[in-house]
T-cell receptor
C-alpha cells in the first residue's frame, strides 16, 4: 500500500502566490487532516475532514482552504502565500473518527515563502 | 480537553531500556493514550495506544498508571534508529490529535 501520499515534497513560493498541496490516501479512510510544523515545534492542526463533503477548522486555519470531494483526496489551498506560512506540512488519515484508531501520516511538504 | 506534559529531552545508551514518561492528570475515563514518534525529516508514525491496561506490541510497551494520570512508553532496547521526538497524545473533543512539543530522545552509541 502507498498509504498517505503528499505532493510536492518541496516548494518555494513568492509572497502573494497561491498553490495547492495535494494529499491522497488509498486506505479508504474517512478521516483526514492537515498539520503544519514550524521549526522546533510540534504539529498544529489546520483543517480536518470526517468524510467527503465535510470539513472543519483546526487550531490554525487562517490563510488556508480545504475541500473533500472524494474519500481519497484532501487538498490544502494557500490563497495568498505569506512568509509566516513557511513550514513543513503533513497530511494524515485515520480509518474512522474513533479514539482508538491509529493515524497514518504522509512524508510532508516543505514549503518556503519568500 | 485533557493536557499532556512530557520532558523536553532524554538520553539513553544504545541497547539499554528507555522509559519515556507522560503526565495527563486531567484525563477522562474515555480518553485513549496514544504515542507517536517522529524520526528526523519524516512524518510522525504510530507507536502504541492504550486505555487502561498495559499494552505491548513489536515496537514498544505502554505502562499506564492505575489512576491513569500518567503513562510510560518503554523501548526495551534502544537502537540508534529510535532517536526521534516522541509524542504522548490524548485525542481531544472530536477526536482531533493535538501535538505538544514531545520528548526528543537521543541514543548514545
Amino acid at each position: 500500500n502507498a498509504g498517505v501520499t503528499q505532493t510536492p515534497k518541496f516548494q518555494v513560493l513568492k509572497t502573494g502566490q497561491s498553490m495547492t498541496l495535494q494529499c491522497a490516501q488509498d486506505m479508504n479512510h474517512e478521516y483526514m487532516s492537515w498539520y503544519r510544523q514550524d521549526p522546533g515545534m510540534g504539529l498544529r492542526l489546520i483543517h480536518y475532514s470526517v468524510g467527503a463533503g465535510i470539513t472543519d477548522q483546526g487550531e490554525v486555519p487562517n490563510g488556508y482552504n480545504v475541500s473533500r470531494s472524494t474519500t481519497e483526496d484532501f487538498p490544502l489551498r494557500l490563497l495568498s502565500a505569506a512568509p509566516s506560512q513557511t513550514s513543513v506540512y503533513f497530511c494524515a488519515s485515520r480509518k474512522i473518527r474513533r479514539r482508538d484508531t491509529e493515524a497514518f501520516f504522509g512524508q510532508g511538504t516543505r514549503l518556503t515563502v519568500v | 480537553d485533557a493536557k499532556t506534559t512530557q520532558p523536553n529531552s532524554m538520553e539513553s545508551n544504545e541497547e539499554e531500556p528507555v522509559h519515556l514518561p507522560c503526565n495527563h492528570s486531567t484525563i477522562s475515563g474515555t480518553d485513549y493514550i496514544h504515542w507517536y514518534r517522529q524520526l528526523p525529516s519524516q512524518g510522525p508514525e504510530y507507536v502504541i495506544h492504550g486505555l487502561t491496561s498495559n499494552v505491548n506490541n513489536r515496537m514498544a510497551s505502554l505502562a499506564i498508571a492505575e489512576d491513569r494520570k500518567s503513562s510510560t512508553l518503554i523501548l526495551h532496547r534502544a537502537t540508534l534508529r529510535d532517536a526521534a521526538v516522541y509524542y504522548c497524545i490524548l485525542p481531544r473533543t472530536g477526536n482531533q490529535f493535538y501535538f505538544g512539543t514531545g520528548t526528543s530522545l537521543t541514543v548514545i552509541p
